[in-house]
């Protein structure tokens, strides 16, 4: 495997020792890979089934490649491991590094969604049978891995994605780890439970992070090895221990279950746009909120979170409002 890449370009040595190689490069490989081929039982999209686990296009920890290839960096029960998947004549090719490696390939088929049933949903609304034709190779991932999901999604509680993308790229980055193996370059494993339990306060402001979601994210970090436990949960139960932390409610749980458990049923309420979409997408309606959706989703009980993904993948979105003409514009049309 090493000897595809290209070779290692020299680093560049800033002040204070640290060492940079070019972005999109990878690093030399340490030590040979482990690999798994897994052969999946039916259509399988990589990007539509990993995307999720993606937090903006500058995510440390997941990167796709020209090639195909999808990457990702995790913080596993065995410590930090690199994965790299990619699909070949219909099979899933994978390949880890790190003390990880050999946890991340075992649950690979889970991640690629093989405990999840997609014929389990009947579409009732003839836009969800024609996105769910187009789209074959939906699959719910299962990542088993909770904190992974839990943080970011804290830190995506009542900000614009882009001021959490932020945060989540600069806290892993200065705090995690460089991945293992030959990772495409600045992929980071983020800080173990310990490690962000002792990111100062200072650190938190300077990513935009305020105390509120600071204080979620450390109260977790007391409990982590209790939430983790809850990959062997119901999505539901897992859930309901989730949000015995305070500042977890049912936003933050249901965004955290839906990638660590592949939760089919999850929805997402409290958000600021989902309730709209559906709204509109299955009733013309752009003004729901969330017990409209709830009520809409009914029929789907058991798959509303796909629902709801469906749905999103459509790309039917209530039309933007035009802005208000002023009184002096009405002679310049």
Same mark, same amino acid.
């Given at each position: 495997?090493?000897?595809?890449?290209?070779?290692?370009?020299? &680093?560049?040595?800033?002040?204070? @020792?640290? *060492?940079?190689?070019?972005?999109?490069?990878?690093?030399?490989?340490?030590? $040979?890979?482990?690999?798994?081929?897994?052969?999946?039982?039916?259509?399988?999209?990589?990007?539509?089934?990993?995307? &999720?686990?993606?937090? #903006?296009?500058?995510?440390?920890?997941?990167?796709?490649?020209?090639?195909? +290839? /999808?990457?990702?960096?995790?913080?596993? &029960?065995? %410590?930090?491991?690199?994965?790299?998947?990619?699909?070949?004549?219909?099979?899933?090719?994978?390949?880890?590094?790190?003390?990880?490696?050999?946890?991340? =390939?075992?649950?690979?088929?889970?991640?690629?969604?093989?405990?999840?049933?997609?014929?389990?949903?009947?579409?009732?609304?003839? =836009?969800?049978?024609?996105?769910?034709?187009?789209?074959?190779?939906?699959?719910?991932?299962?990542? %088993?891995?909770?904190?992974?999901?839990?943080?970011?999604? *804290?830190?995506?509680?009542?900000?614009?994605?882009?001021?959490? !993308?932020?945060?989540?790229?600069?806290?892993?980055?200065?705090?995690?780890?460089?991945?293992?193996?030959?990772?495409?370059?600045?992929?980071?494993?983020? $800080?173990?439970?310990?490690?962000?339990?002792?990111?100062?306060?200072?650190?938190?402001?300077?990513? @935009?992070?305020?105390?509120?979601?600071?204080?979620?994210?450390?109260?977790?970090?007391?409990?982590?090895?209790?939430?983790?436990?809850?990959?062997?949960?119901?999505?539901?139960?897992?859930?309901?221990?989730?949000?015995?932390?305070?500042?977890? %409610? $049912?936003?933050?749980?249901?965004?955290?279950?839906?990638?660590?458990?592949?939760?089919?049923?999850? /929805?997402? *309420?409290?958000?600021?746009?989902?309730?709209?979409?559906? #709204? !509109?997408?299955?009733?013309?309606?752009?003004?729901?909120?969330?017990? /409209?959706?709830?009520?809409?989703?009914?029929? !789907?009980?058991?798959?509303?979170?796909?629902?709801?993904?469906?749905?999103? =993948? +459509? %790309?039917? *979105?209530?039309?933007?409002?035009?802005?208000?003409?002023?009184?002096?514009?009405?002679?310049?049309?």
């Amino acid at each position: 495997m090493a000897g595809r890449f290209p070779p290692r370009p020299t &680093p560049t040595t800033l002040r204070g @020792g640290d *060492v940079v190689v070019p972005t999109g490069v990878p690093r030399q490989v340490t030590a $040979p890979g482990r690999r798994r081929v897994w052969a999946p039982p039916g259509p399988l999209d990589l990007g539509l089934v990993l995307g &999720p686990l993606r937090r #903006g296009p500058g995510d440390p920890t997941f990167r796709a490649t020209p090639d195909g +290839s /999808v990457w990702r960096a995790s913080h596993t &029960p065995q %410590g930090p491991g690199t994965l790299r998947v990619a699909l070949r004549s219909g099979a899933a090719e994978a390949e880890a590094w790190g003390p990880g490696a050999e946890w991340l =390939l075992d649950r690979l088929p889970e991640m690629l969604g093989a405990s999840d049933d997609p014929d389990a949903f009947e579409p009732r609304h003839r =836009l969800l049978a024609l996105v769910r034709k187009r789209r074959p190779g939906l699959r719910l991932t299962r990542t %088993g891995l909770v904190l992974e999901s839990l943080i970011p999604s *804290v830190l995506e509680q009542k900000v614009t994605t882009d001021e959490a !993308y932020r945060a989540w790229r600069l806290l892993v980055r200065k705090f995690g780890e460089p991945a293992p193996g030959p990772a495409p370059g600045r992929m980071h494993v983020m $800080p173990a439970p310990r490690t962000w339990a002792l990111i100062p306060s200072w650190e938190w402001h300077r990513a @935009g992070v305020d105390d509120k979601r600071a204080s979620t994210i450390l109260r977790a970090m007391r409990v982590a090895a209790r939430l983790e436990q809850t990959t062997a949960m119901e999505p539901a139960e897992a859930q309901a221990r989730l949000e015995v932390v305070p500042g977890i %409610g $049912p936003w933050t749980s249901a965004e955290t279950v839906q990638r660590s458990h592949g939760a089919a049923d999850s /929805v997402t *309420v409290g958000d600021l746009h989902l309730p709209g979409i559906v #709204g !509109y997408a299955l009733a013309g309606d752009r003004h729901a909120d969330d017990e /409209v959706m709830l009520s809409l989703l009914e029929p !789907y009980a058991g798959q509303r979170h796909r629902a709801a993904r469906l749905i999103l =993948l +459509s %790309g039917r *979105v209530p039309p933007r409002r035009a802005p208000r003409m002023r009184r002096g514009d009405i002679g310049r049309l």
